[in-house]
């Protein structure tokens, strides 16, 4: 069987004249698995917002703070739900720096992010990539990468970084975190990113409009609306904030020189 496994005779065929967010988002971090139509999108929304690969490299930041928490904490299995396409400092890479015999399994619905991340992980028996929609969270729970690697009866770090903002079924949302937060164990951690509303910002209007062409239409949510995502898990302090507020928290290695406080980041502790 093809390092693609079954799953390759399900993907979609991908249509290169649409953008997807995911590959955007690989554009923006410096990666080559876009296309025409990506590039072309990433530029009119960094022309309307030019500090947006530099917001995206902070999540990446916060990724890796959020691996070394989990990592400190004892955690070494990940499930990363809307994993997107490998590039520098993708979950796989921190978690196999932090302790190589972690176990990871990522989600995403884009399926040039399942071929390169399985191409990416070929040959680790402690990896794997589903191709699902994590708004499927029984489906993703019990796939068979899921139930092969992942020990539910350990602490997992559920990872929701940079992707909540492109769900715009809040309901469906809640609920299938819900359902994530439910399976796991005490110990376990949820490290979310979200991107915030700003008081009548038109700029992130402007982004807005053009996310709404691609795959994935831009959800922007304040900060209420976003703490509902962990349910009743504690927020390690110090609490849902802007990236530089939390970053600022003693030990945290990790730096932002970004004024605008285009998202907001939190690790909560299943109590």
């Known amino acids: 069987m093809s390092v693609l496994g079954e799953q390759a005779a399900i993907l979609p065929e991908v249509d290169p004249q649409r953008p ?21 999108a990433a530029a009119a929304a960094q022309s309307v917002m ?28 990940y499930l ?28 995403d619905v884009e399926p040039v992010a399942f071929v390169h991340g399985r191409l990416q992980q070929e040959g680790d028996p402690a990896a794997d990539v589903l191709y699902a929609d994590l708004l499927d969270a029984r489906g993703v729970l019990n796939s068979a990468p899921v139930r092969r690697l992942i020990d539910l009866e350990r602490p997992v770090c559920l ?21 994530y937060r439910e399976a796991v164990p005490r110990g376990s951690l949820l490290a979310l990113t979200h991107a915030c509303r700003k008081g009548g910002s038109p700029r992130i209007d402007q982004v807005r409009r ?58 909560a502790r299943k109590p």
């Open 20 to 40: 997807s967010v995911a590959r955007i988002y690989n554009f923006l971090l410096g990666g080559r698995h876009n296309f025409a139509a990506d590039r072309q």
């Open 80 to 107: 990363d739900l809307g994993c997107g396409i490998p590039s520098a400092g993708n979950t796989y890479d921190l978690a196999r720096r932090a302790r190589p015999g972690s176990r990871v399994v990522g989600v």
């Open 159 to 179: 990872l929701v970084v940079a992707v909540a903002h492109f769900i715009p079924d809040t309901e469906r949302l809640i609920e299938a975190l819900g359902v």
């Open 210 to 267: 053009i996310y709404n062409n691609t795959t994935a239409p831009l959800a922007v949510r304040d900060a209420a609306e976003t703490a509902v995502l962990f349910g009743d898990w504690p927020i390690l302090a110090p609490g849902l904030q802007a990236f530089g507020e939390w970053c600022a928290v003693p030990g945290r290695q990790c730096e932002s020189d970004i004024a605008e406080a285009a998202f907001l980041v939190g690790v």
């Open 50 to 77: 030019p500090e947006l690969p530099a917001i995206l490299r902070l999540n990446r930041q916060f990724l890796r703070e959020a691996v070394r928490l989990a990592d400190e904490a004892g955690i070494d299995q």
